[in-house]
């Protein structure tokens, strides 16, 4: 191997290890608000990609109609459990229709603007709306009335969701692949490296959701609130924050870093309707590094995790995934040694 | 417990008829892949179900068996007889591996540990030349004795179903023994278990390489069935429906394994075939209907199932077959007036708040001390610092002329100090005398095996005794078949100063135990302690109850914001302006 080869390999690494570093992120912030392992993050990955190659076909994307049936469950369940703990139909009414609002106008601006071909940004702009409004759905949906229940039953239950969204994915999408085309099409070349638009892209995109998520956090009420919640859901409930718009809105911006990624991620490779799941799990992997509770450390992981894959693709294939995912095994031996003792009643 | 094995019992004489029966073929052969993964599944239900622990990687445990036997079959001619011990031991080291450097951590990361592992397992086995890739391995022979061939149709039907029913029956056996208490202690949390000297980390690998060494038989036997074994048997997608199977049917049952393996397999069928005929495409639809079917479960049925059924069986209580069994040996007690415990400027420090600052005081036998002091005073964390559940920033505590500074609560549990809780730590779904025979875990030495088996009768009569002595002796003997969480606030206080007993104490440690107890219950009480302060006993007591503390101890140590305010007899303390200051306040 030499320098160009090493240096190829490092930056198609560093790509792909942006990605995961947002998917990483996602799951860190899911698992700290809401003690949820999020499995299906990477379903969202798929999702997006796939959304954006429908609207490139003039179709409407099957994933509309799966977000009308969603939206119109939610609503329900919402309707009904108001009114039984509020009693007031008017009340529950406007729960519902709230729960809808979003998710139906996303639909129909969909399902109008699909046969127009418009351009690619707005075509990518729709798509993210489209799955980012899964987020809150989903939440309200399987996990919202299990929020008191064991990190254990909710791992069960992200298991479950994963399974849903896969199948659906299938149905909604079938078992074709697409490739998106790229945002960018400029090469640059620096010596022995040529950078394509589209890392470009990627770099810049994952940088910035990563200072905005900073920023959000330490500098927003909001953010300050999710973190409270992430510390103790109770203590935060006593303190007005309510624990389900908590989830709901981590869901939300898990959704849209899961479709962001998606976008990013379609025109480097053909995504199908189960490729989210691997993709999602080097993203988790990366989390794992970070304890599940570390943005820095899930982001370090993420790079990681991409540079040995890149670099175990290159020495070994066939192996590259099982290079990967046996890292955990000495990632977690560390993390084990150096906390030393194991958590008390929980 | 007895109606499970009633059961078990009813389904060993079952299997023989039904493989008499005229059946067609096919629905022998649906009978033994249900049997296949319900073996699977039993090794579930002790670990998710009984340890509260879980895993995704019990398919990838099955292929290690499977491809094993494949492998050394085909390659070496190798009997499958041995096979099965190879694949057994390959299995235990690498469920020991990936349970030692998962299980000190929170109880997500096997889970998280085991689809990682179950993946890469995936992946090897799909990309490894040697076992043939995603093709797999073909051309395996069928299990057969003496040239007898037992690997399909209904011989093996009576061969897996013998092997599931013997590892229910061993299951039951496990689950109702000394190292079966423990491991049914591991859900709530490793304190009160490690208070039991139990070692709670070894009881949690042990049950994930029982859990793994189920599913690698099963993948033996598979691999001989289908006399071809391939990846796609061993993905994680595999594994992550076998707990769907062990928890719809219900993963705190050894039925309910048995139940939702055959309910998932015959569903699976169902919809692999009706699904794509439905939406006009072939496709694995069925996740579908699994992943949202998992979701309703969780969430209206956590316990599965087969829970429907057991709610209505009635509980026949105990046998009490222990009346003529050996008491168990006893320590030697310190002799009266002799020093038992010495606290030397023992310090806790959380970041900057000091919750315990440098107590000192000596505990002599025979005698009843008391700590009190307003609440947060720091009376529970001192408790903690001394039993060993939390580490002391510095100081020393001296035992029986033993450094016991740096022990961790098991080992000072060995050395006969027991002690209660201040929130009632208990086991709900046992008996209160199961519970109690918990505190005599150190007393005994019946292990896994041998639990099994059943070899362990004797011993276990022995703990009963014990147990039922000592509920008997705080006057708990009418509540012995009761179940624990049944017991009102009082009765559960009484239960574990019983179990604290049970651990043949020299010290006994009490955290409020009259708190939530009626007038009454508090006169018992106070009788009980001095009748075991009569019998040698030595105590240490936190409470808030001062007629109660008053009436019984004998030098009273007082704390104030974490610091010694004064000690001296009830009555000097009842005089001491300073106590009266910290309880009342001053006049300004």
């Known amino acids: 191997m030499d320098f160009s080869i090493a240096s190829i390999l490092l930056l198609d690494g560093v790509t792909n290890g942006a990605i995961y570093a947002l998917l990483g992120l996602a799951t860190v912030l899911v698992f700290t608000v809401t003690r949820v392992i999020f499995i299906p993050q990477g379903e969202f990955v798929a999702y997006g990609a796939l959304t954006l190659a429908m609207l490139q076909t003039g179709k409407t994307p099957g994933t509309v109609w799966l977000l009308?049936?969603?939206?119109?469950?939610?609503?329900?369940?919402?309707?009904?459990?108001?009114?039984?703990?509020?009693?007031?139909?008017?009340?529950?009414?406007?729960?519902?229709?709230?729960?809808?609002?979003?998710?139906?106008?996303?639909?129909?601006?969909?399902?109008?603007?699909?046969?127009?071909?418009?351009?690619?940004?707005?075509?990518?702009?729709?798509?993210?709306?489209?799955?980012?409004?899964?987020?809150?759905?989903?939440?309200?949906?399987?996990?919202?009335?299990?929020?008191?229940?064991?990190?254990?039953?909710?791992?069960?239950?992200?298991?479950?969701?994963?399974?849903?969204?896969?199948?659906?994915?299938?149905?909604?999408?079938?078992?074709?692949?697409?490739?998106?085309?790229?945002?960018?099409?400029?090469?640059?070349?620096?010596?022995?490296?040529?950078?394509?638009?589209?890392?470009?892209?990627?770099?810049?995109?994952?940088?910035?959701?990563?200072?905005?998520?900073?920023?959000?956090?330490?500098?927003?009420?909001?953010?300050?609130?999710?973190?409270?919640?992430?510390?103790?859901?109770?203590?935060?409930?006593?303190?007005?924050?309510?624990?389900?718009?908590?989830?709901?809105l981590t869901f939300l911006m898990a959704a849209l870093i899961g479709a962001l990624s998606g976008l990013l991620i379609g025109p480097t490779t053909t995504v199908f309707y189960d490729s989210g799941f691997l993709i999602g799990l080097k993203g988790f992997v990366a989390a794992v590094m970070g304890g599940l509770a570390s943005y820095p450390g899930a982001l370090l992981g993420a790079l990681f995790v991409g540079i040995v894959e890149s670099f175990g693709a290159f020495w070994a294939s066939a192996f590259k995934e099982v290079i990967v995912f046996t890292l955990v095994l000495p990632i977690l031996l560390v993390r084990s040694l150096r906390s030393g003792h194991s958590d008390e009643d929980h | 417990m007895n109606n499970q094995k009633l059961f078990i019992w009813l389904l060993a004489a079952a299997v023989p008829v039904i493989a008499l029966l005229p059946l067609p073929d096919f629905w022998i052969a649906q009978l033994n892949y249900i049997g296949l993964y319900a073996l699977v599944c039993l090794g579930l239900v002790l670990l998710t179900g009984v340890g509260g622990l879980t895993s995704f990687g019990q398919a990838a445990f099955v292929g290690v068996g499977a491809y094993t036997t494949a492998w050394l079959t085909l390659n070496t001619g190798m009997s499958p007889w041995l096979t099965l011990f190879v694949g057994l031991g390959l299995t235990a080291i690498s469920a020991i591996v990936v349970g030692a450097i998962t299980l000190r951590m929170s109880g997500h990361y096997l889970p998280l540990a085991t689809i990682a592992w179950g993946l890469s397992l995936y992946y090897?086995?799909?990309?490894?030349?040697?076992?043939?890739?995603?093709?797999?391995?073909?051309?395996?022979?069928?299990?057969?004795?003496?040239?007898?061939?037992?690997?399909?149709?209904?011989?093996?039907?009576?061969?897996?179903?013998?092997?599931?029913?013997?590892?229910?029956?061993?299951?039951?056996?496990?689950?109702?023994?000394?190292?079966?208490?423990?491991?049914?202690?591991?859900?709530?949390?490793?304190?009160?278990?490690?208070?039991?000297?139990?070692?709670?980390?070894?009881?949690?690998?042990?049950?994930?390489?029982?859990?793994?060494?189920?599913?690698?038989?099963?993948?033996?036997?598979?691999?001989?069935?289908?006399?071809?074994?391939?990846?796609?048997?061993?993905?994680?997608?595999?594994?992550?429906?076998?707990?769907?199977?062990?928890?719809?049917?219900?993963?705190?049952?050894?039925?309910?394994?048995?139940?939702?393996?055959?309910?998932?397999?015959?569903?699976?069928?169902?919809?692999?075939?009706?699904?794509?005929?439905?939406?006009?495409?072939?496709?694995?639809?069925?996740?579908?209907?699994?992943?949202?079917?998992?979701?309703?479960?969780?969430?209206?049925?956590?316990?599965?199932?087969?829970?429907?059924?057991?709610?209505?069986?009635?509980?026949?209580?105990?046998?009490?077959?222990?009346?003529?069994?050996?008491?168990?040996?006893?320590?030697?007690?310190?002799?009266?007036?002799?020093?038992?415990?010495?606290?030397?400027?023992?310090?806790?420090?959380?970041?900057?708040?000091?919750?315990?600052?440098?107590?000192?005081?000596?505990?002599?036998?025979?005698?009843?001390?008391?700590?009190?002091?307003?609440?947060?005073?720091?009376?529970?964390?001192?408790?903690?610092?001394?039993?060993?559940?939390?580490?002391?920033?510095?100081?020393?505590?001296?035992?029986?002329?033993?450094?016991?500074?740096?022990?961790?609560?098991?080992?000072?549990?060995?050395?006969?100090?027991?002690?209660?809780?201040?929130?009632?730590?208990?086991?709900?779904?046992?008996?209160?005398?199961?519970?109690?025979?918990?505190?005599?875990?150190?007393?005994?030495e019946s292990g896994v095996i041998s639990s099994m088996l059943r070899t362990n009768t004797a011993e276990e009569q022995r703990f009963m005794r014990e147990a039922q002595h000592q509920l008997e002796r705080i006057g708990m003997g009418n509540y012995l078949h009761e179940l624990a969480g049944n017991l009102s606030m009082g009765p559960q206080r009484l239960m574990e100063i019983a179990r604290a007993l049970c651990c043949d104490p020299a010290l006994l440690l009490l955290d409020e135990p009259a708190a939530g107890l009626r007038h009454k219950e508090k006169r018992e009480l106070a009788q009980v302690l001095r009748q075991l302060q009569g019998e040698g006993m030595s105590i240490l007591l936190v409470e808030h109850d001062m007629d109660l503390v008053m009436e019984v101890c004998d030098h009273l140590v007082v704390m104030e914001f974490g610091t010694l305010l004064t000690q001296g007899s009830p009555a000097e303390i009842q005089a001491s302006p300073a106590v009266r200051a910290a309880y009342l306040g001053t006049e300004h």
Do not use: C
């Not at chain 2, 149709?153 to 009576?158: E, H, I, S, Y």
């Open chain 1, 68 to 248: 009308l049936i969603l939206s119109g469950l939610a609503a329900l369940m919402e309707l009904i459990e108001r009114w039984r703990h509020h009693g007031s139909f008017s009340r529950a009414m406007s729960a519902a229709v709230k729960t809808l609002i979003f998710p139906v106008i996303v639909s129909l601006a969909a399902i109008w603007s699909a046969p127009q071909m418009f351009p690619l940004w707005v075509q990518s702009v729709l798509s993210v709306a489209i799955v980012t409004a899964f987020g809150p759905l989903v939440y309200r949906v399987a996990y919202q009335s299990l929020e008191s229940a064991t990190p254990l039953v909710l791992l069960i239950v992200s298991v479950g969701v994963h399974f849903a969204l896969t199948g659906l994915g299938l149905l909604f999408f079938g078992a074709e692949g697409y490739r998106n085309p790229s945002f960018w099409d400029q090469r640059f070349t620096l010596g022995p490296v040529a950078l394509s638009g589209q890392t470009v892209i990627i770099f810049i995109t994952s940088l910035a959701l990563i200072v905005m998520m900073w920023l959000y956090f330490e500098r927003s009420l909001r953010g300050k609130a999710l973190r409270a919640t992430a510390v103790n859901q109770t203590g935060a409930r006593l303190m007005g924050i309510s624990s389900h718009t908590s989830g709901q």
């Open chain 2, 124 to 444: 090897l086995m799909g990309n490894l030349d040697a076992l043939g890739k995603y093709d797999g391995l073909l051309g395996l022979k069928s299990l057969s004795i003496g040239g007898i061939d037992i690997g399909q149709g209904r011989l093996f039907f009576v061969l897996t179903w013998t092997l599931l029913i013997a590892g229910a029956i061993a299951l039951l056996n496990l689950l109702d023994s000394r190292p079966g208490r423990a491991i049914r202690s591991l859900k709530g949390g490793s304190q009160m278990a490690e208070a039991m000297g139990i070692s709670t980390f070894r009881y949690k690998v042990t049950i994930f390489l029982i859990a793994a060494l189920f599913a690698s038989v099963a993948g033996w036997l598979l691999a001989h069935f289908q006399r071809t074994v391939n990846p796609s048997a061993f993905g994680l997608k595999m594994g992550i429906e076998y707990l769907f199977m062990a928890v719809i049917g219900g993963v705190g049952y050894v039925w309910g394994a048995i139940v939702g393996a055959g309910l998932i397999k015959l569903l699976d069928d169902y919809l692999q075939v009706a699904l794509p005929a439905l939406i006009g495409t072939s496709g694995s639809y069925e996740v579908i209907v699994f992943g949202v079917a998992m979701v309703l479960v969780l969430k209206y049925l956590p316990e599965g199932i087969w829970s429907l059924v057991a709610r209505k069986l009635p509980r026949p209580p105990r046998k009490m077959d222990w009346q003529d069994a050996e008491p168990l040996s006893t320590r030697t007690k310190p002799a009266l007036g002799e020093l038992v415990l010495r606290i030397d400027k023992i310090r806790k420090q959380f970041g900057g708040l000091t919750a315990v600052n440098d107590i000192s005081f000596d505990l002599h036998a025979g005698k009843i001390v008391g700590l009190i002091g307003p609440n947060g005073a720091g009376k529970s964390t001192t408790f903690n610092l001394i039993t060993g559940a939390l580490s002391k920033t510095s100081g020393q505590v001296n035992y029986r002329g033993q450094d016991i500074t740096s022990l961790p609560s098991r080992e000072i549990s060995r050395l006969g100090m027991a002690r209660t809780f201040q929130h009632v730590k208990m086991i709900p779904d046992m008996t209160v005398l199961e519970n109690v025979a918990l505190g005599a875990y150190t007393r005994g």
